[in-house]
C-alpha cells in the first residue's frame, strides 16, 4: 500500500471485515480508506516510505517510516495495526512528525 499506491489491492488482500480509523483526516471503513489514499496517491505522485523498525507483541505491529513526500515535508511516522485472529488488519493509529532542519542532538529521528 505505502509504496505501490494500491490501495484496493492492498485492502483486498491485507484487511479484515471490519477496518476501524483512528486518523481524523481518514473516515472508517475500507471504501473511505482506498478514496482516500487514491487521492494521496494522485496528489503526491512518487511519495516513498521507509521502514526503518517494525515491533509486534500479541495481535499488534508497530511500524517505525521514514516518508519523503515530493513537493511538501519529510516526515517521521509511527503506525500501529491491530489485526484479528486471522492475521488481517482491523484498526490503524498513526503520528507524524515533520522532519525539522535543525535538531538541539545528533541522533537523528531514525
Request: charged share 25%.
Amino acid at each position: 500500500m505505502f509504496n505501490k499506491s494500491e490501495p484496493r489491492e492492498a485492502i483486498n488482500q491485507y484487511v479484515g471485515d471490519e477496518y476501524i480509523q483512528h486518523n481524523p483526516h481518514v473516515a472508517d471503513g475500507k471504501e473511505a480508506f482506498i478514496a482516500y489514499f487514491e487521492r494521496m496517491a494522485a496528489e503526491y505522485p512518487g511519495k516513498v516510505t521507509h521502514f526503518k523498525r517494525a515491533i509486534a507483541k500479541d495481535n499488534m505491529v508497530v511500524l517505525h517510516c521514514h516518508q519523503i513526500w515530493p513537493h511538501s515535508d519529510d516526515y517521521a511516522g509511527i503506525d500501529i495495526f491491530r489485526f484479528d485472529g486471522n492475521g488481517k488488519i482491523v484498526e490503524h493509529w498513526d503520528v507524524l512528525q515533520v522532519i525539522a532542519g535543525t535538531s538541539r542532538n545528533d541522533n537523528g529521528l531514525f
